[in-house]
């Protein structure tokens, strides 16, 4: 089983390294420059000459690691192949197999980053002491994770998770950047929730905290509804509806312990939690009406966590 | 491991049971009524009369049977507690445990009957192949099962596979039986169906082959979408266009291998099944807009099925 173990969530800019002692502590975290260049083809002998490198610092043997778990930003297939990853200019990798080629034959995990956070988070994060969660990570999109008996639902194509996409108004007359029309994201995301305040902002109205911004953002709005501004308790109120709802439906398909509520959107805190989970419970089915909201607690680090779970299984 | 086993699958009226070889071929299958007399509590006892009068018949010892499989209509928590049962009479029953007694320790395992059946539907019916599948069951109700690599996703209030109670149109004056409007059950099952075309056939409307119905069922509606009526046509259409998008977003939350229809609805088979893929293939995320529709084939079977595949793990 090893002693150790090292978590590696990959981004198009960084990537994230974690070493960990199989008991799930972290010994350190450290970062690299991902090099995107030639198709990514740098990339993961960059990441093994970086743990090679840490391990000979410390003097620890390979028999010594008891596995590695990488998060990426693209789908992962259930056997282990990336079919596309445009941000790190991958297609039909097999992960798994050329990172354990690389490591000397070190057992490797791969998953979806989005998945792997959420994993993270059920294990370390807002999510502990479950088995079964539903993480919702509101940034510049809506993205997500769905954990089950404490596995990833990592779907026939790699599209678990995808609650961003939900249909949630037909009659949106505005494309999302999947080029369907009304999905969560437009509604939920920081993009989402800036645009609803430039709507109204743009109509006639009574004086509002966020008139005085040249721009407006979601960081914005929630500053603002923390002050009783009545434009940013619309938009909440809106994109608190929008979003509750959605999980009221994502209940009745999964009924998982708690919803997780994560990304730079999730920064506004306890307002935002209780705004989500007061329409949620409006909206929900009675059986499932008092499921668990919680904010995600590991920020960034939620990646390397959730690769370092999937290698303890 | 034992030679056979059973499954079992309590309704309100009749058990059904079959005995299985652990090769999961169906040796022989019986029913004998439900009593639900003072609280069910003659329901297990009279199971296990005739499981042990069956075993007695062919000189089967208990040591050959490797398990027994129970579905019944009601939540069981993943510790095996059953906290509700009306239709049963049963309340915070440990189903398990109690048949194991009755049975002299072989072991038990029970699950609700719609994520039971869709056990069966994926082990041996229309979800056959896959590991994944969302089962979709359009009777009375709309009721549902999921199961994600071979399991069963019962969720954390017994409310996994609830897809009847997702919410399609929040502009529903009509209330659902769950007290909430706009339920994908109030159109897309046999009493929505017939629901949506009495609609129609109140309002002004040219001849319809329905007109003659005293009065309207699905299966008329079916009947008469076959023959190319136009209001039916019009019915079905909107069926598929509500049950082909709330599918779209289930996709984006598990993203199954397939999605498998059953229920009475279902014997409309193969013109509705296209409307409903069809439909859905308009409003999928692209990840999953390939995602393959099949009718369930087990019928009343497939509770007794899946009661089996959940002994065979």
């Keep these: 089983m090893g002693t150790y173990g090292f978590g590696v969530d990959i981004g198009g800019t960084t990537c994230k390294i974690g070493w960990f002692r199989m008991d799930g502590s972290l010994v350190e975290k450290w970062e690299i420059p991902t090099d995107t260049k030639e198709d990514g083809k740098q990339i993961l002998p960059d990441i093994a000459d970086s743990l090679h490198q840490k391990m000979g610092q410390h003097g620890i043997s390979k028999e010594e690691i008891g596995g590695i778990g990488i998060g990426l930003p693209g789908p992962v297939r259930s056997d282990g192949i990336v079919p596309m990853c445009v941000n790190l200019g991958w297609k039909d990798k097999d992960v798994s197999k050329e990172m354990e080629g690389l490591m000397g034959g070190i057992p490797v995990k791969a998953g979806n980053d989005a998945n792997v956070a959420a994993l993270g988070e059920m294990w370390q994060g807002g999510g502990k002491g479950c088995n079964s969660i539903v993480m919702v990570t509101l940034g510049t999109g809506v993205g997500g994770g769905i954990i089950v008996d404490g596995e990833i639902v990592a779907g026939a194509n790699g599209a678990g998770g995808e609650i961003g996409h939900i249909t949630v108004n037909p009659h949106e007359h505005i494309s999302c950047n999947c080029g369907r029309n009304g999905c969560l994201e437009q509604y939920a995301s920081a993009t989402g929730i800036a645009r609803l305040a430039r709507e109204r902002l ?8 966020l008139d005085q911004e040249t721009e407006v953002t979601a960081k914005a709005v929630f500053d603002a509804y923390k002050q ?63 499921t668990r909201f919680a904010l995600a607690s590991l920020g960034n680090d939620a990646g390397i966590y959730g690769c370092m779970k999937m290698i303890l299984g």
């Design 228 to 290: 009783q501004d009545h434009i940013a308790a619309e938009v909440v109120r809106e994109f608190a509806r929008v979003l509750g709802k959605a999980l009221s439906n994502i209940a009745c398909v999964m009924d998982p312990e708690a919803f997780v509520i994560g990304g730079g959107v999730s920064k506004a805190g306890q307002p935002l939690l209780d705004a989500v989970a007061e329409s949620y419970q409006k909206a929900a089915f009675s059986a499932c009406a008092d």
């Design 202 to 209: 743009a109509g006639e109205h009574e004086a509002s905290l």
